[in-house]
């Protein structure tokens, strides 16, 4: 049997899509559609079922690619390694959010590219879960971390590490409504305290009350602006409350610069995911920068 067609079809099957298939290969779609088309007539058995929006294999086609993906991944790794020599730089591009991919990841993975002859090269860029997401299955990104846990077989995610989110404000706003109202009263006091926040649908606001008071906000944003660092930059200045991880305002609460406005039993958690295409693991660069985060995780707390 054609290797050739093994691997469009592992490709096809993990992407859920003719279209998205083509693309990770670099084929025209008629081309990826023609080989299904001949690995279904050397079967004499169906391998997907064509629909709307995408593929779904056929009972075959599961037993197929359930056989036949480990083995394509490591003739992969196989090749990869001897295409590429010890001397030899590969480039890992990942994509992320700004603010958790330049405090976190950016200076864990620099460590490991400047590692002596194990060194690689770093690009990153920065977007949403959508966007990045969508990147990664297009093959523009090789890891993505996302707050989206991904569905299909096309990516396979991994928990990373979860971030603690945290009420602050600049010191006076904590002197105005007294020290312990948050707890005493509840969210009714925070009604009339500005509010910075990343976005006008207030998502780390909404979040936090819905966790904490199990209300929505009655505030609307004061200052919005797309970068947490610059949310905190603003609380700092007393521009208003703002939900931030613990991570990112760590400091300014040690300065004394802003304080907790409430500090409730269980602190609302968000989990971040490490996602990488089903299969590009068996890449070396790729599983040495997962692995490398994920024991950085360990220590980010």
């Not at 994509?95 to 770093?122: H, K, V, Y």
């Not at 959508?130 to 993505?144: F, N």
């Not at 105005?176 to 006091?189: F, H, L, M, Q, S």
Request: with cysteine; glycine share 6%; proline share 6%.
């Amino acid at each position: 049997m054609d290797l050739a067609l093994l691997r469009t079809f592992v490709t096809v099957h993990r992407a859920g899509s003719f279209t998205r298939a083509a693309a990770l290969l670099g084929l025209s779609q008629p081309a990826v559609t023609s080989q299904i088309r001949t690995l279904e007539k050397q079967l004499g058995r169906p391998l997907f079922l064509r629909k709307a929006r995408g593929v779904t294999p056929t009972t075959i086609g599961d037993e197929l690619a359930h056989k036949a993906a480990p083995h394509l991944d490591a003739l992969v790794e196989i090749t990869e390694r001897g295409l590429h020599d010890d001397s030899s730089v590969r480039t890992l591009h990942l994509a992320g959010p700004p603010e958790f991919t330049a405090e976190r990841a950016l200076p864990a993975l620099s460590e490991l590219a400047a590692d002596d002859g194990q060194a690689f090269a770093l690009r990153a860029s920065f977007g949403n879960a959508e966007e990045t997401l969508e990147g990664l299955s297009a093959g523009h990104h090789d890891l993505v971390i996302s707050t989206v846990r991904p569905r299909g077989a096309l990516l396979t995610a991994t928990a990373l590490c979860d971030e603690e989110h945290v009420l602050v404000a600049a010191p006076r706003w904590v002197e105005e409504i007294g020290a312990g109202t948050v707890r005493d009263k509840g969210a009714p006091v925070l009604e009339n305290l500005p509010v910075v926040e990343v976005h006008e649908s207030l998502p780390f606001v909404s979040r936090y009350w819905a966790s904490v008071f199990d209300a929505r906000p009655a505030a609307s944003g004061t200052v919005v602006v797309p970068d947490l660092r610059a949310v905190l930059a603003c609380a700092v200045a007393g521009a208003g409350l703002a939900v931030l991880p613990r991570y990112l305002c760590a400091a300014a609460l040690d300065r004394g610069e802003v304080q907790e406005l409430h500090e409730p039993a269980i602190p609302p958690l968000r989990t971040y995911f490490l996602v990488a295409r089903t299969g590009t693991l068996a890449l070396p660069h790729v599983a040495r920068a997962h692995e490398w985060l994920h024991r950085a995780a360990a220590d980010w707390g």
